[in-house]
């Protein structure tokens, strides 16, 4: 991993997202093997500082700066994911079914939005247009989804 490079591309892209100069982020790598993300941010919105983390020990993406993108798009989608998250915590007991419903369609939808903005950024902006295929890695195979399962007669 040529951090050099990561900045570099980390720099251009909170510059193209126009996240600064609104914003006040950094890049730290994390060196911790045992941490189980390529990226993740931690952020104070109130204050509009963010830092954006990089697993340097053990990534499980190949595309970083597939992975940088997708992190920042997180920072561009925040105050959205705040109200959205805001309505569902007012609006549904904690505990409910229907909150950890509500919850789950939520986050996979907010992911599946932040995912295809990272790939329609890449293609236009990327150096590196390949996407990064890990998780599928870890699926099971379409296959493996059935095995065990009775046929519908």
């Known amino acids: 991993m040529d951090r050099n490079a990561i900045t570099a591309l980390f720099e251009k892209?909170?510059?193209?997202l126009r996240i600064t100069p609104a914003w006040d982020v950094k890049l730290e790598f994390v060196e911790d093997p045992a941490w189980r993300?390529?990226?993740?941010?931690?952020?104070d919105c109130d204050d509009r500082k963010?830092?954006?983390?990089?697993?340097?020990?053990?990534?499980?993406?190949?595309n970083m700066e597939e992975v940088i993108v997708h992190e920042l798009m997180h920072i561009k989608m925040y105050p959205l994911d705040q109200v959205t998250e805001s309505?569902?915590?007012?609006?549904f007991e904690e505990?409910?079914?229907?909150?950890?419903?509500?919850?789950?369609q939520f986050f996979n939808a907010l992911?599946?939005?932040?995912?295809?903005l990272t790939k329609c950024f890449l293609l236009e902006f990327g150096d590196n247009k390949n996407l990064s295929y890990g998780r599928c890695?870890?699926?099971k195979s379409f296959?493996?989804?059935?095995?065990?399962?009775?046929n519908i007669e």
């Not at 993300?37 to 952020?43: H, L, W």
């Open 111 to 116: 992911e599946q939005t932040v995912e295809e």
């Open 13 to 16: 892209y909170v510059k193209k």
């Open 37 to 43: 993300k390529t990226g993740d941010f931690k952020i």
């Open 87 to 91: 309505l569902i915590v007012n609006c």
């Open 50 to 62: 963010a830092i954006l983390l990089l697993n340097a020990a053990d990534p499980k993406q190949e």
């Open 137 to 139: 890695r870890r699926e």
């Open 143 to 150: 296959n493996e989804l059935y095995d065990g399962l009775s």
């Open 95 to 104: 505990g409910s079914t229907v909150r950890s419903f509500a919850y789950q």
